[in-house]
């Protein structure tokens, strides 16, 4: 393909240029050329670029070195120029190739780099969103095992709900780990049935039962909404994350929204609330492993909405976030399904 | 006192559940091993057993059935993550319930007690009574707050079923089997629309449902909502 491409190339420019040789001499017609072949170099592997360079020393020498329309060359000044023209067609071709290689190098070089400071921050954030909560439960059992006379009942009890809080907050970040990377490694089979999309809100609204307590919770889900085919735990998932995330940052009191529709390819699911909304530039990054908002705080380790988008891909579906006017976020996503009604 | 027999290899977890069992009123045994595990259930006859599925010796569903042959209370599966094919296997085999490591312990004492009042339920009760919703199965009538409501046959027989079953988890393809028979095994369609269609009829918010519970994957659950 390579081979044809540079000897079309070639063939073409010589062909424009003998059709105006009686307006360009021959050192023209050769510098033409070597721009040509340059310009093959940029793009090509080098042995195309070779037998370019030596088609293209051919061609001038048959069509347009005087005298023309043979290989035979006259004056001595011409056998220079000729050699000359071999050597140059050579060497830019070869020059132009390496100077890309050389380019590539440096780009993964660059890459290899920007994964290795990722991956650091990735390890930094990681360790100190597993750390804290670690912490705070050897510190406050510590101190309820030392049992001091002056802890009072109120102290103990708080000491006491920091460990519950923390092994919770623990147990989740290793579930979205594990949900993490069973995405990754691909091991993730999606296990359609039939599902009734009201139940499985409730049993997502019933999971965080305690979080949206302090939150107007909202959820609309058409009359007579059809069975839909789908993987309900992964769904469920999904849901459960986006919700998650809505009681974390927006302010207490805000009202979320839960909104379920059919659509001529099968489901649309609706997250909103009337939060502070995503900052511009965020909004195709969140859905990035391990991104987080500067403004988020500790909590989290930057992966629910990278298993929600991945959870929902699997489905063949499409997650979209935009903001609302005039304020909070709105998640949309649709999944192409099968529908049952009874 | 009702006695409880705990078969976990993991120290810790039978520390915390003697610790949380003992001070909810019930005595409780503990066995690290499968082995040992069936030979207490056999010297004590407990009234519950919570068996953890992984164990050093043998497998859980191992001991789940040879405990079957001949233990007739009520059997509380412990599983470390939230596997659906290993949950409704062992509860296809007689475990009447499960509970999914880490569990809360609000959670875990509400399942021995429900695991316990429907084991002492006399089968042959003509009236069965839940809040407002009373089954006469002499007269083969519900009604909610004394007001009838009519089922079709299918609706009723599931009814039934699941009410007979106050507390258990019944697997979808239990339901599909003893409802519709053996060909309609694995077809949650059927399930999905019944269970919708109780939900209409019985329960005050069919989108909040206090009755008939999802057990996400697994199946569905009947309370008396306590």
Excluded at chain 1, 41 to 62: E, K, N, Q, R, T
Excluded at chain 1, 215 to 235: H, Q, R, S, W
Excluded at chain 1, 264 to 271: C, E
Aim: hydrophobic residues 45%.
């Amino acid at each position: 393909m390579q081979f044809l491409l540079s000897g079309l190339a070639i063939g073409g420019v010589s062909l424009v240029a003998f059709l105006f040789s009686a307006y360009i001499g021959q050192e023209g017609v050769a510098f033409i050329l070597l721009v040509t072949l340059s310009v093959i170099g940029m793009f090509f592997d080098i042995v195309p670029v070779l037998v370019a360079a030596v088609l293209s020393a051919l061609i001038w020498d048959y069509f347009f070195l005087l005298p023309r329309f043979n290989f035979r060359v006259g004056n001595t000044e011409d056998k220079i120029m000729l050699s000359m023209y071999f050597i140059i067609a050579l060497v830019s071709g070869v020059l132009t190739f390496k100077i890309r290689q050389h380019e590539m190098i440096a780009r993964t070089q660059q890459e290899q780099e920007k994964t290795l400071v990722l991956y650091d921050a990735v390890l930094n954030s990681l360790s100190h969103e597993f750390r804290t909560p670690i912490a705070a439960i050897i510190g406050a059992s510590d101190n309820l095992i030392a049992d001091q006379p002056l802890l009072s009942p109120s102290d103990r009890k708080d000491l006491l709900s920091e460990i519950s809080k923390a092994a919770i907050r623990l147990n989740q970040q290793v579930e979205n780990l594990l949900d993490m990377s069973r995405l990754e490694s691909g091991i993730i089979a999606v296990k359609k049935d039939w599902c009734d999309i009201s139940e499985l809100i409730y049993t997502v609204t019933l999971r965080l039962e305690n979080e949206l307590k302090h939150f107007e919770l909202k959820v609309d889900t058409a009359n007579n909404l059809p069975l839909f085919m789908l993987d309900y735990g992964l769904i469920e998932q999904v849901l459960f994350n986006l919700l998650q995330n809505a009681t974390r940052y927006t302010p207490e009191g805000s009202s979320i929204r839960i909104s379920a529709n059919v659509t001529d390819p099968g489901l649309q699911l609706i997250v909103t609330d009337d939060g502070h909304g995503f900052p511009q530039g965020s909004m195709q990054k969140v859905f990035e492993k391990f991104y987080r908002l500067e403004s988020s705080g500790t909590g989290g380790i930057g992966l629910g909405l990278s298993i929600v988008k991945g959870f929902v891909e699997s489905h063949r579906g499409t997650v979209i976030l935009e903001n609302q006017s005039p304020r909070g976020a709105k998640f949309i996503i649709e999944i192409p399904t099968d529908k049952y009604y009874a | 006192m009702k006695e409880i027999l705990v078969i976990d290899d993991e120290i810790q977890i039978r520390r915390l559940l003697e610790i949380t069992l003992q001070s909810s009123g019930y005595k409780v045994i503990s066995q690290a091993t499968g082995l040992q595990g069936l030979e207490t259930a056999a010297n004590h006859q407990p009234d519950l057993i919570i068996l953890d599925l992984g164990l050093p010796d043998e497998s859980g569903h191992s001991v789940l059935e040879k405990l079957r042959e001949w233990y007739i209370n009520p059997i509380l599966i412990l599983s470390v993550q939230k596997n659906e094919k290993d949950i409704i296997r062992s509860l296809d085999r007689g475990a009447n319930d499960y509970l999914v490591k880490p569990f809360r312990t609000g959670e875990l004492l509400a399942r021995i007690r429900s695991a316990l009042r429907s084991n002492t339920q006399a089968e042959n009760t003509p009236l069965i009574q839940f809040k407002e919703l009373q089954i006469d199965l002499a007269a083969r009538t519900v009604t909610i707050n004394k007001e009838t409501v009519r089922f079709t046959a299918t609706q009723y027989a599931l009814l039934i079923l699941l009410a007979r079953n106050e507390g258990k988890v019944l697997t979808y393809d239990y339901l599909l089997k003893e409802i519709w028979g053996d060909a309609y095994i694995g077809q949650l369609e059927y399930l999905r629309v019944y269970i919708a269609q109780l939900r209409n009829k019985i329960e005050k918010d069919a989108n909040h449902p206090a009755y008939i519970i999802t057990e996400p994957k697994v199946g569905y659950r009947f309370v008396s909502g306590e």
